[in-house]
């Protein structure tokens, strides 16, 4: 299978093909160094952001493109230890006020970051085609036999992300009680 991979590559990419890596803003970072909107890191499948071109460090590879996101003024934020009213409650007690966190692990499922219980025994996540029913909000895509055999791989991961990205439209909308009073003047 992997021959076929790399000759496809090679012959649709040709030998001299460089990947990139882009991050997109809705907004500039704020003198507090948030993004308020979306702020897109889109990987277009370079192979040597994998822990095994780099002596097992699944970060090294990333430190250039984090160093260039640090440089634009964004800042990080602490670890997420919990939810409130739909927002990630960090471990310095803040609360963000964001729409949407998605976390890509890349070449390796990396979950230690999920400290929730929708692991089974072997450290695999609770799931049905991605969706974790115990937790609202949680989903997985790129999982290894996810939905089939080809859901760790590009060409089956598209249609199980299509399956969750409908299972999320298809949520029931809570209007936040701030603006309450704004939608109903």
């Known amino acids: 299978m992997k ?6 590559a090679l012959d649709r990419l040709s030998p001299d093909y460089k990947f990139s890596t882009s991050v997109y803003a809705t907004t500039r970072p704020d003198s507090a160094g948030v993004v308020h909107g979306n702020l897109t890191i889109y990987g277009r499948g370079d192979p ?6 780099n002596n097992g460090d699944y970060y090294k590879a990333i430190d ?8 634009a003024g964004v800042k ?9 009213n739909g927002r990630p409650v960090l ?3 803040r609360t963000l006020d964001v729409t949407n966190v998605v976390w890509c692990t890349g070449y390796h499922p990396g979950f230690s ?11 695999e996540p609770l799931q049905d085609r991605g969706v974790v029913r115990g ?7 790129g999982l290894h036999f996810l939905y089939a055999m080809s859901s760790g791989m590009i060409h089956g991961v598209g249609r199980d992300a299509d399956h969750v990205a409908d299972t999320i439209a298809r949520r029931p909308r809570t209007l936040l ?5 704004a939608a109903s003047a």
């Open 3 to 8: 021959l076929y991979t790399v000759a496809a």
């Open 48 to 53: 040597s952001i994998a822990a095994r071109f």
């Open 64 to 71: 250039d493109l984090a160093t260039r996101i640090v440089a």
């Open 76 to 84: 990080r934020v602490g670890r997420t230890v919990g939810v409130q």
């Open 91 to 93: 471990e310095d007690g």
């Open 113 to 123: 970051w999920i400290e929730l219980p929708v692991f089974d025994a072997d450290g």
């Open 135 to 141: 937790e609202p909000g949680l989903y997985f895509v």
């Open 177 to 181: 009680p701030e603006l309450a009073h």
